[in-house]
Nanobody, 127 residues
């Protein structure tokens, strides 16, 4: 059974960096497309980035392009979200999620395509 766990959140100043990790304490997440989402206080959850199970295809929200990088390490069974040049508007709870139905180079863009979710990690960008 897939049980996703996020880590790496914290408090950082504007312009700083964080690297989030998504792992599974149950089955390996290597077989699945993974997405990162975030939810700021008082706002709906939004998609940030996603990666195919092959690692070949990646997508980013316009708000994070050229600042965030998603990647996966199959040996460590982990998906990362490297976040650079962080801004206060990046503040929120970050969730990783797995789509259990697509394989290969496909990615899932819509939130409702994801089947399994972690509990989230808090990211706060503030001076």
């Amino acid at each position: 059974q897939l049980h996703l766990v996020e880590s790496g959140g914290g408090l950082v100043q504007p312009g700083g960096s964080l690297r989030l990790s998504c792992t599974s304490s149950g089955s390996s997440l290597d077989y699945y497309a993974i997405g990162w989402f975030r939810q700021a206080p008082g706002r709906e959850r939004e998609g940030v980035s996603c990666i195919s199970s092959s690692g070949i295809t990646t997508k980013y929200a316009d708000s994070v392009k050229d600042r965030f990088t998603i990647s996966r390490d199959l040996g460590k069974k982990t998906v990362y979200l490297q976040m650079n040049n962080l801004k206060p508007e990046d503040t929120g709870v970050y969730y990783c999620a797995a789509d259990l139905h697509i394989i290969g180079d496909d990615v899932a863009s819509r939130e409702d395509e994801y089947d399994c979710w972690g509990r989230g990690t808090q990211v706060t960008v503030s001076a």
